[in-house]
């Protein structure tokens, strides 16, 4: 027999089970779940249930807020029946100076996203938990509106909502194969057959057999970890016969634990530093809902630790041990979005917080599939931020160091050093003997700093870090002399065919460059936000040359093949086939005439591109620049960048050439307020907020998003982004501060660095409300620095150095 369905959940646990809510609540009642056994086995039914609002990034603090509004408010309004919430607060606790400047940044971010949460002393914390020794502490940060759930309760209302909506629920019903054919996806299960247009992957612990079954190789990996659960502790059962709330949950990241308190008892979570992959290649055919044996000894300093902070754990014997596989990708974030390169296929897998998330994770996925973008920026969930690259070791090697980081500090510009070296440019070993200190990008090892003296490292911090003084360097050499930059991680596509002006001209905000000519297009979601940013490139002949970031090539290469359906052309990914350098200053023109014999003066003007012979090397020369100095961008196959950065190097070093990577690339962008995609371009905003505006050019063409952009556009709730100059001192800006006026918070920072050349702390920054100029300040690490905003680039303004 066969079944169809407008959509196919494969997964049962918290995470499939919300989707099939969310969706039947959009109104796509023809949905089925199909689950290997029964709801919530595997992960969900073992979890200890924590729900929080702490998170470094706005989307995945939403995720979390959302499940605690659906499990506390909605789901029992709904049915009538409890989740098992408990609203006990929560709060981390830390004896590290630097993880109070964590807590503050956390805190700061949050009074823009609207969510309570509160730095507190050391005395708070003996208030707020009784039970709890603070000897030592400097302080933590409280959650008041955190608490936990009970994931069978919770999963079992959401599955009752969406059944009473028209949606299916297959129980004991494994999948055995999948293909594609036509415009569906045939799914072959133990009881049927069933056709769908869409398929998601929601198989959590099984997420990675189910994506082979796919074609796709899902970076997730099972890896176990244990709680234990106390028989009746004397101080607890106390505080509820005298009628006390609910203690707190309670985390100290620094010993790397949680406590929670249940009924007459605790919990007590460790994370081992030194991980235990379950099953990395496939999980046992009869795992269902049964656990490991206890392993106490891998996690007994810990739970020491934890004794020792809190005394009354041991008053309670061990009632139950649990040791269970949690899934963990190379980031700790959950794979949610379109799966790369297969049309309507799907994943909603690979959280290691599945309850915690999982409410907000099928809101987020069910909006994405029925309105065609997703509800808040994507980046850090989008399944395809990993590429072909996240191989077994890689993704083994960083589940890892995830979950033994679970509790990490989460440093601005921290590079993790696990699983590295995935991807090298033909310049990578030139780089390393020339000092460069390497960062990741999308799998790349890329120049992040040069320093003199090798191996070393940049120093974790939230304050200044040790690079300053380098990247000034840099910076310095780029403004006098000339500068050159491995920039072989951006993404790079071509567009060939009779109709790829035709095709171009549609793709986004921006009309098709004339031949010979660069040009800057957003492409847009159907709500008109910045889904894809490419420098275009038309080139002789009728093609055009695409380059993007490098995180984006999976998404990127999936929206020009998307977008090019009733296009006869031909996309081709060259990332990997092509390198770049940049060649950027005073003095670039002379080091690269020195080496052709093309024309670089006047027939050659800004944002033009020649094919030239540097060297007798054939190359793909773009007049552009980043970083507001003159330079070119200098494309060229992969095997000929070694001997073209040899040229370069011998013929500018007369000239004074040095090196720049990636900060000083990015405090010279700012310096000239340029946007980066990622960051300050994101699918939430259109275009013209994030002051773009000079390249909508909507007129005599239709393209994704046209409609919804001009009437944002008009808008006069749209929102602003400005370049902000702070007096901050030596505090240096990063990212996700917010922007106060007069006690409320009115913005947010996406991008800041110190501008060298100005002499600036300098910002990115959306505000809510436009024209709002007096009186603001941006908190950093706790503490309020006024904001200047600027009408003009402090550098350059007339851009005449990159005219030059």
């Known amino acids: 027999m066969t079944m169809n369905a407008q959509v196919l959940i494969i997964g049962g646990g918290a995470m499939g089970v919300s989707l099939l809510y969310h969706l039947a609540k959009e109104g796509w009642s023809d949905v089925v779940l199909t689950e290997k056994n029964d709801l919530t086995h595997g992960s969900t039914w073992h979890a200890a249930g924590l729900c929080t609002h702490f998170a470094h990034n706005p989307t995945i603090q939403e995720l979390r807020a959302t499940s605690v509004r659906l499990y506390r408010d909605i789901l029992p309004e709904e049915t009538g029946d409890t989740c098992g919430f408990h609203r006990s607060g929560a709060m981390r606790i830390t004896t590290n100076p630097d993880r109070m400047d964590e807590f503050a940044h956390v805190a700061g971010l949050s009074r823009f996203t609207g969510y309570d949460l509160q730095l507190i002393t050391r005395d708070d914390v003996e208030r707020l938990h009784p039970l709890a020794r603070t000897e030592g502490l400097l302080g933590g940060i409280y959650e008041p509106d955190d608490g936990h759930v009970d994931p069978t309760l919770a999963t079992n209302a959401m599955a009752k909502v969406a059944r009473s909506k028209g949606a299916t629920i297959l129980r004991q019903n494994p999948v055995v194969a999948i293909r594609h054919e036509g415009d569906h996806w045939i799914v072959e299960t133990a009881r049927e057959v069933i056709r769908a247009r869409h398929i998601v992957n929601a198989a959590g612990t099984w997420g990675w057999e189910v994506g082979h079954m796919m074609g796709l190789n899902i970076p997730s990996v099972p890896v176990l970890h244990q709680y234990l659960v106390t028989d009746t502790v004397p101080a607890v059962a106390d505080r509820i016969a005298a009628g006390l709330p609910e203690l707190p949950m309670i985390r100290d990241p620094e010993e790397s634990w949680y406590v929670r308190q249940e009924r007459d008892g605790l919990i007590l979570g460790p994370y081992e530093k030194d991980a235990q992959p379950w099953s990395v290649d496939g999980v046992p055919p009869g795992f269902g809902a049964e656990l490991m044996p206890p392993d106490l000894d891998r ?17 309670g014997g061990v009632k139950s041990v649990v040791n269970g596989p949690i899934t963990f990708t190379p980031d700790a974030n959950p794979l949610i979005g379109p799966a790369h390169g297969l049309p309507n296929a799907w994943l909603l897998t690979g959280s290691s917080m599945g309850v915690m998330e999982g409410g907000g994770a099928g809101w987020f996925l069910a909006h994405w599939m029925t309105h065609g973008a997703p509800p808040m920026d994507a980046l850090a969930v989008d399944s395809r931020r990993f590429g072909p690259w996240a191989d077994r070791d890689y993704r083994v090697k960083k589940a890892v160091e995830c979950f033994g980081l679970q509790f990490g500090v989460h440093y601005p510009h921290e590079e993790r050093p696990a699983a590295r070296g995935k991807r090298t440019s033909a310049l990578h070993d030139r780089m390393l003997a020339r000092g460069a200190v390497m960062g990741a990008a999308h799998g790349w090892e890329r120049p992040n700093w040069f320093s003199d003296h090798p191996g070393d490292e940049g120093r974790l911090t939230f304050r200044r870090a040790n690079w300053f003084p380098h990247v000034a360097r840099e910076v310095a050499t780029v403004t006098d002399a000339v500068g050159l930059a491995d920039l072989s991680v951006f993404s790079k596509f071509e567009v060939t065919g009779p109709d790829a002006r035709a095709y171009v001209d549609s793709l986004g905000a921006n009309r098709a460059p004339k031949e010979g000519r660069i040009g800057l297009t957003h492409a847009l979601t159907p709500a008109g936000g910045t889904q894809a940013e490419f420098t275009v490139s038309a080139l002789p002949g009728g093609s055009f040359y695409l380059t993007s970031a490098a995180a984006a090539e999976e998404m990127d290469e999936d929206l020009l093949r998307a977008r090019a359906a009733g296009f006869d052309v031909t996309i081709t990914n060259l990332t990997e086939k092509w390198g770049a350098i940049g060649l950027m200053g005073p003095k670039s023109r002379a080091v690269l005439s020195s080496l052709t014999d093309a024309d670089l003066g006047p027939s050659f003007p800004w944002l033009s591109v020649r094919e030239i012979a540097v060297a007798g090397i054939p190359v793909r020369a773009l007049r552009v620049s980043y970083i507001g100095e003159l330079g070119w961008e200098l494309h060229a196959r992969r095997e000929d960048m070694p001997a073209l950065f040899d040229a370069l190097e011998a013929a500018g070093k007369p000239q004074g050439l040095g090196y720049f990577g990636a900060y000083a690339m990015n405090a010279m962008r700012l310096e000239k307020g340029y946007r980066a995609w ?41 929102w602003e982004m400005v370049l902000l ?80």
Request: aromatic share 6%.
């Open 678 to 718: 990622g960051a300050d371009f994101t699918t939430e905003r259109t275009p013209a907020e994030t002051g773009a505006g000079a390249m909508i050019r909507p007129e005599g063409r239709d393209f994704i998003g046209r409609d919804a952009l001009l009437a944002r556009m008009e808008d006069e709730g749209r």
């Open 299 to 315: 996690v007994e300093h810990i739970i020491l630790a934890a004794m020792a902070r809190i005394p009354a754990l041991e008053t």
């Open 725 to 804: 100059s702070l007096a901050s001192g030596d505090v240096d800006p990063f990212y996700s501060h917010v922007v106060m006026q007069g006690g409320a918070p009115v913005g947010v920072v996406t991008s800041a660095a110190y501008g060298h050349r100005t002499g600036q702390a300098l910002a990115l920054a959306y505000l809510r409300r436009r024209g709002l100029r007096e009186g603001l300040t941006v908190e950093i690490l706790g503490r309020p620095y006024a904001a200047t905003v600027l009408d003009t680039p402090p550098f350059d303004p007339a851009n005449e150095r990159m005219k030059a």
